[in-house]
Each structure stands twice: as structure tokens, then as C-alpha cells.
């Protein structure tokens, strides 16, 4: 059993609990193998979709998760921009509760929105990103492709590369990374860092150069066009030169080491045109979509964790 109710963030997640997700997200793996995807498991449950940003990956992993187990799943889409903060949350919690639903898994632009309708509603809620604070389940999805890839994953070497200040993957990323025992650094320029940047201890670097020969693990995040309200990186041209995925730094790369990135990526930005199309053996490093596949299993792991015991 989980120690927790909901999953709002990592901190609340023990080691005990990241294991047993882990080792279910392997048995549900297997069933996505098979030709019938479908476990009964979740017959009977109710689960809701509630997104207040647009996502096409995150909220269709989370409903293929919860038809494949069988439950019952209604999406519930709500433009951020129609929003007026704080009531509209209340009055959505209030129709949820009306509804009686078993689980609730929410995006949020809000920091803080998934544990608000945690305490207001006592419905087990899954986070699937509030604003830029976190995104746990990109998280564990990301951590079992890595431990699924290295064999002595413990001592994994992880850079995660760019806009960290708008990320909520990677305060999600960094969090669990580090409580498993990897090595994690950061490469990013200072104004794309958070000011609270020592909280969480990690080595920073401002050009991937400096990391790209040494890592298993270079983990490119979205620049989050969105959340800048200002030109915060002056030119495209000056992220290509000390942040981007290109091929020549691709061939500087350790021979077993890895590729990801959360999605939706911008080509010819984080990752070149030429990287995104590697085909054959060079493709092999490349990890986006196995990533995607592995979030759908972890996701079912949690439902099955939350709901189906
Ligand atoms: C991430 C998100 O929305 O936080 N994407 C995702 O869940 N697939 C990362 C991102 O958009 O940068």
C-alpha cells in the first residue's frame, strides 16, 4: 500500500512508495503488450479529467491508463483563460463532489491547485501538473525509463538542461532524482534559473558543453514559451549555442547514454531537426517516445495503487 492518499508532489513519496509504483508500472507494462490491452481492475470507478491547460500527452496517457483498467473516465476541459481564479476552482470542487467521483487528476496553471481540491473535496487526487510547481507523475514515468535503461541505475549521472525557472518537470525531476541517489546538475543560464535555485542543491553549469561528454542521462526540458512574460533569452540563435541538442554534441555523448525530454519538444530549439530524425542505430538514444509509452503504464500503476486495492 502507498503511504499516501493523493500523489501531489515527490516529497510526500517514500522510497517504499516509488519502489512499489515502480514494480507495478512492470506488470501493467505487460499488459500493454498483450494484444487485448484491458485488465477489469478498475470497474465500477469513476475518474475525472480536469484540465485547466491545454495537454495532449499527459491528458490522453491518463485516459488510455484508466480505460485500459476498465474505469469509467469523464474529461472535463476548462480554458485557463475563462478562469477567474479562486471561485472557479471552488465551484468546480463543489460540482465534483456533487458528481461523486473516485479520483480526480488535474491541470492547473496555479501552483497548488491539485492539494487545494485535495483538502476541499477528501477525493484522492492525482497532480498532473499546477503551474510551476510540480509534475509528479512526468516524474516517476522518466525515473523507471532511466532505471529500465541502466542496469547500476543508482549511480546514474543526470543533467537536466534549460528553462528550470519555468519548469515544474524539473522540480519534479530533480526532487525524485535526487532521492534516489542519482547525480543531478543542472545547465542553464542565470536568468533561466529560479532565485530558491540552492534549496535544491544540485551543481549548475551554463553551457551543455561543459556536461555533454560526462552524463548517462542529458535531459532536455521545453522552453516554456507561456510563462515568459518577458524576452528572458535573447535570441534563438544564443540558446542553440549553449543549450541546444545538436549532432555534434550528440557524437560527444557517452556511448550508452541517453536522450529525454517531456514533450511536446520545440524543434530546432532544445533538440535540432537533425537529432529528432537520427533513424536507426543512432536513434537507439533517443528515449521521447518510450518515455510516453512507460507514462501510461506508470499511470495505471497509480490508479491501480490509489483506487484498486
Ligand atoms: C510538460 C508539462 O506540461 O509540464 N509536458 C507534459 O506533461 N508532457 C512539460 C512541458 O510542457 O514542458
Redesign the pocket.
Known amino acids: 500500500m502507498l503511504s499516501v492518499k493523493s500523489i501531489l508532489n515527490i516529497e510526500d513519496l517514500s522510497l517504499e512508495d516509488i519502489d512499489l509504483v515502480l514494480s507495478n508500472t512492470d506488470s501493467f507494462l505487460e499488459v500493454l503488450g498483450r494484444d487485448l490491452k484491458k485488465v477489469p481492475t478498475l470497474r465500477g470507478k469513476t475518474i475525472i479529467n480536469l484540465f485547466f491547460?491545454p495537454?495532449?500527452?499527459?491528458k490522453t496517457s491518463f485516459e488510455l491508463a484508466a480505460k485500459r483498467m476498465n474505469a469509467d473516465l469523464v474529461n472535463f476541459s476548462a480554458p485557463a483563460s475563462s478562469l477567474k481564479k479562486g471561485e472557479s476552482i471552488i465551484d468546480t470542487v463543489k460540482t465534483i463532489i456533487a458528481m461523486k467521483v473516485d479520483l480526480i487528476i488535474v491541470?492547473h496553471p496555479d501552483s497548488g491547485a491539485a492539494k487545494f481540491i485535495f483538502i476541499k473535496t477528501n477525493i484522492p487526487v492525482i497532480n498532473?501538473?499546477d503551474g510551476k510547481n510540480e509534475?509528479p507523475t512526468?516524474a516517476l514515468l522518466d525515473l523507471h525509463t532511466i532505471k529500465k535503461r541502466f542496469k547500476d541505475f543508482k549511480k546514474v549521472k543526470v543533467a537536466i538542461v534549460g528553462d528550470i525557472l519555468n519548469?515544474?518537470?524539473a522540480r519534479s525531476n530533480i526532487k525524485l532524482f535526487k532521492k534516489v541517489g542519482f547525480d543531478v546538475s543542472v545547465v542553464s543560464p542565470p536568468m533561466l534559473l529560479p532565485e530558491n535555485m540552492d534549496y535544491f542543491n544540485v551543481d549548475i553549469k551554463n553551457n551543455i558543453d561543459d556536461v555533454i561528454g560526462e552524463v548517462d542521462v542529458i535531459y532536455m526540458?521545453?522552453m516554456?514559451f507561456e510563462r515568459h512574460n518577458r524576452e528572458l533569452y535573447p535570441s534563438v540563435r544564443e540558446y542553440n549555442e549553449y543549450l541546444s541538442l545538436n549532432m555534434d554534441r550528440v557524437s560527444k555523448m557517452k556511448k550508452e547514454s541517453i536522450v529525454m525530454h517531456?514533450?511536446?519538444v520545440n524543434r530546432g530549439i532544445e533538440i535540432s531537426e537533425e537529432v529528432m530524425n537520427l533513424s536507426g542505430k543512432g536513434s537507439d538514444r533517443l528515449l521521447i517516445n518510450t518515455q510516453v509509452t512507460y507514462g501510461v503504464a506508470v499511470r495505471m500503476a497509480l490508479l491501480y495503487l490509489l483506487l484498486g486495492q
Open positions: 491547460e495537454s495532449t500527452r499527459t491541470r498532473a501538473g509534475h512526468q519548469s515544474r518537470v526540458l521545453r516554456q517531456p514533450g511536446p
